[in-house]
């Protein structure tokens, strides 16, 4: 398959990959400038030359498409013995991530608001993994690109999510949301935390966790209430809709970012969006 056959048929089924080509080619090369090669999580198209070069082209372009990362990345290869190769010459390749989602979420509770959001999430381009320990909460039929996980210690999915993760947490029980902040906070390299609740949740809260021995700054990366207040309402699909507003704004505000340096919420949003109303829980 041609590289541009490969490419349109990996985004017509919505599977990321990268696109790389060569941009610069001196002195003697396996293959010129603009030659092009796709490369998907298990198997690549079209060629740049094989060999080492080819190899290590390969293992940069999965390892951008395992990270999630969203930037186009230059690498300057000398192709000569420190590369395996004898040419002699040198080339630049081009590094373009195709379809890779905007955000990577971890969605914590099966519950009315989270039956409302996940379909929300689904529409939009990210990557949602939907998580409870109860498999009879989760509707029969769920939306193209959500995951269902069932699992019993909610607390393990948490250290499965790469850096960069959007994580919502919105179970039935005020204890496990706690043990979830925890978790969460105590990685800090998430790029959006949001926590169902209302401002007295979050005081509580806030207070336990600084009683764990949780710093200030890392605790106000917590949303809580979250989503975005020109949204009203207490029905599960009014709050959904607020909570998916503000992902929006997050992954907008944070677009061509490495999202592991991502900062708190708070700083990438209006100043007028940064006191969301109350919500119940």
Known sequence: MSWISALADLQARGEPC??????????STPRDAGSKMVVA????????????????????AREMLGSGARATRLERFSLGASLGQCCGGATVLLFEPMGLPQARIALFGAGHVGRALAPLLASLPCQVRWIDSRDEEFPAALPEGVEKVVNDDVLEEVDRMPPGSYFIVMTHDHALDLQLS????QRNDFAYYGLIGSRTKRVKFEHRLRERGFAADVVQRMRCPMGLPEVKGKLPAEIAISIAGEVIATYNATFGEQERSAGPVARLLPASRRTPPERAG
């Open 182 to 185: 925890m978790a969460i906070l």
């Open 41 to 60: 999580a298990e198997r690549a198209y079209a060629t740049i030359g094989g060999g080492h070069l080819e190899y290590k082209a390969l293992a940069i």
């Open 18 to 27: 990268v696109l790389v080509t060569i941009i610069e080619d001196q002195g």
